[in-house]
Each structure stands twice: as C-alpha cells, then as structure tokens.
C-alpha cells in the first residue's frame, strides 16, 4: 500500500498524494488525475510501474480528494483561474519528488484529461523533465491550455498522446491537433471505445505497455 503524503502549495493548499517508494529508485513518475477523480484512479497503474522500479506520487489536486482545506475547496465550484491554480500543485509536488531524492531528468509526468493538460505545461515549464504521457488532452480543459504548450516544448522532450475515437469530451481530435502541431515531439496512440482518461487503461490494461514503450 502506498505511504500518505501531504505539503503545501506556495498559494497555501494542502495537496495529498500518495506515494510509491522504491527503494533506491532511478525513476520516479509524477501522477495527475482527471476531473472529478482523485489520486486513487492511478492507484494500479502507480502498484505497475512501482513494480517495474518507478516510484510514483499520485497526488490529489486541490479541490478533489483530500486537498480541500478542510472542505473549503470543491472543484465543482472553480471557474477557469482556480482551475489553472492547479499548476501550483503540479510545482509543489515536484519540488516533494526532488527532496524525496528525485531529479527532473529521471521523471516522467502521467495525466488524464485535465492532468493530462497540466502535464503538458510541466514540460513546457521544465526543459530537463523529458516524457510526459497525456491520456485524453483537451486543447483548453477549464483555461489550462495545451496548444501554446506543446508548440513550446525543448529539444529532447516528448509526449505520448492517447485518445480514444468515442471520447465524450473531443480529446481524439484535441490529441490529433496536438500531434499535429508538434509531431517531432509528440507521439499519437488512437484507439476505439475506452472512454476518457484513466478509464482507456481499465478498459484495455494492454495499452499501458504501448504508452510505457513510446515514453522509453
């Protein structure tokens, strides 16, 4: 089972996570969950890639799970600004991994739908983190934007990009824009029937291998 673990944003929210140790890891995955889910939809995946020697944080963001401030924060509730205030929580919980012993270069960042947006930007942002995986971006999820990004990402750095043709929310066609906007730096996986975000990896547990071979 992982270990709970909790720090402050510098705009003063609790964030919650999850953590999966390794002992004397070499590579560790920040996890980002979609809305309205919570840091536990990544929770086999996270036991997956622990077992493969990547030691994982699944976090709440604020507004969902544990990361309420004691109730006072509800995703339900946020507009566009405090949607994009999650990118503190994104900042904070690298800045865990880096005490916890990790270094960009030996992360990869793994989001779903919103997350998957935010894990765009954390690349944008930090030329030295290299993959990202992106199940189920949007072009704008609730005013946290990819296109500016994924045309702004660093020589070295790429992202996977996984949608699937019945998504309810238009990120097969987000995804396809994405890629081609920025195809040396992207890699598209398409697929058919599994939904939006985390729920493609319940539905077809085969294609987190496909994205773990596009991000090695």
Request: proline share 3%; glycine share 8%.
């Amino acid at each position: 089972m992982p270990e709970r673990v909790s720090f402050a944003t510098k705009d003063g929210v609790t964030i919650v996570g999850d953590w999966y140790a390794v002992p004397n890891a070499a590579s560790f995955a920040l996890l980002l969950h979609m809305r309205p889910a919570t840091k536990e939809s990544w929770r086999v995946w996270a036991q997956k890639l622990q077992d493969r020697g990547v030691a994982c944080l699944a976090i709440d963001q604020r507004g969902h799970g544990e990361s309420t401030n004691n109730g006072l924060l509800d995703y339900k509730t946020f507009g566009d600004e405090e949607s994009r205030g999650k990118r503190f929580d994104v900042e904070a919980a690298l800045g865990w991994l880096r005490a916890a012993g990790a270094v960009h270069s030996q992360m990869s960042v793994w989001g779903a739908s919103i997350g998957a947006n935010l894990a765009i930007r954390c690349l944008m942002e930090h030329a030295d983190i290299a993959r990202a995986a992106a199940l189920s971006p949007g072009i704008n999820f609730r005013g946290v934007s990819t296109d500016d990004a994924i045309v702004a990402l660093h020589e070295g750095q790429s992202v996977v990009l996984v949608a699937s043709e019945d998504d309810p929310h238009d990120s097969f066609a987000s995804a396809r824009k994405l890629h081609h906007l920025a195809p040396e730096r992207t890699h598209l996986i398409e697929r058919a029937n599994l939904g939006h975000g985390t729920d493609m990896l319940d539905r077809d547990p085969a294609l987190f291998e496909e994205i773990l071979e596009k991000l090695a």
